[in-house]
């Protein structure tokens, strides 16, 4: 568990001094006006696997724009794109590369060629999404059309079993409406939605897959303090393997993860 002290300023989150010690903390972007953000983590995770301990460390890199085409009193529906997608792993000293910003190739030897390959369509194209107020991605509209693009010719995988079946299951994964949800959630998904005043708390809960380990992710928020248009939050992550979570299944692909988050 690591504590964080996060200044949230008005960009694509509103503060509304409603009293003197109570605020309204909700998303407010601009319509139609493009917000880029950015997101680097670096993890370690040891996990065990056939009853052999295994370390992997990676750095996840993404950059993310994000529009808002139209709102409603409940939601706004956004254009996402994943501009960048990268993700560098180590893995008991056997190093891989993911980066959609390469064209990869569906036909290579390499997972990694795959993956970047799959990354790099995905980067290409438009997700479109609702979004509540405070953050949450509740449905990714277009998720059949984008996955079905993104995935026209898995068939031509030249992998030999069991590996080819495990990316083609990770590839398709990697572009579910779950999944991008959770990415996008990543930048977007901290606020309650709602006014709160100095000193309460609002807890997020969210699953995440991260070296191929489904892990429950419970963020608590406590509003500090207010200073003009900042807040002043500390944040507290708690984060442990999901119950009844499936055994991991990579049949040695190189496997493509959400990043938990920094906790």
């Not at 989150?13 to 605020?23: E, Y």
């Not at 479109?128 to 405070?134: E, L, P, Q, S, V």
């Not at 509003?223 to 119950?243: F, H, M, W």
Request: hydrophobic fraction near 40%; charge should be neutral.
């Amino acid at each position: 568990m690591k504590r964080h002290l996060l200044s949230v300023t008005a960009l694509l989150f509103t503060i509304a001094l409603t009293a003197q010690q109570s605020v309204l903390l909700k998303m407010n972007p601009e319509k139609n006006k493009p917000y880029r953000l950015k997101s680097v983590t670096e993890q370690t995770v040891t996990q065990t696997v056939s009853g052999n301990p295994q370390t992997v460390e990676s750095k996840v890199i993404y950059t993310l724009s994000l529009k808002v085409l139209d709102m409603t009193p409940d939601f706004m529906v956004a254009e996402v794109h994943f501009d960048t997608i990268i993700t560098n792993t180590n893995t008991m000293g056997k190093m891989s590369s993911i980066n959609s910003t390469v064209e990869g190739d569906i036909k290579s030897s390499e997972t990694s060629d795959i993956m970047s390959c799959i990354m790099n369509r995905l980067s290409k194209n438009a997700v479109f999404t609702k979004i509540d107020y405070a953050g949450k991605p509740v449905e990714i509209v277009n998720a059949k059309m984008l996955s079905d693009m993104v995935l026209k010719d898995t068939a031509s995988v030249t992998l030999t079993e069991p590996l080819a079946s495990a990316i083609k299951a990770q590839a398709a994964a990697a572009v579910s409406g779950n999944n991008l949800k959770t990415m996008i959630g990543g930048f977007t998904w901290h606020l309650p939605g709602k006014e709160v005043r100095v000193g309460e708390k609002w807890t997020i809960s969210d699953q995440v897959n991260s070296g191929g380990m489904l892990l429950a992710v419970s963020t608590t928020y406590r509003l500090d303090g207010i200073n003009g248009n900042n807040a002043g939050l500390t944040v507290e992550s708690v984060i442990r393997a999901a119950e009844n979570a499936p055994p991991i299944k990579s049949a040695g692909a190189v496997c493509y993860c959400c990043p938990a988050p920094d906790a």
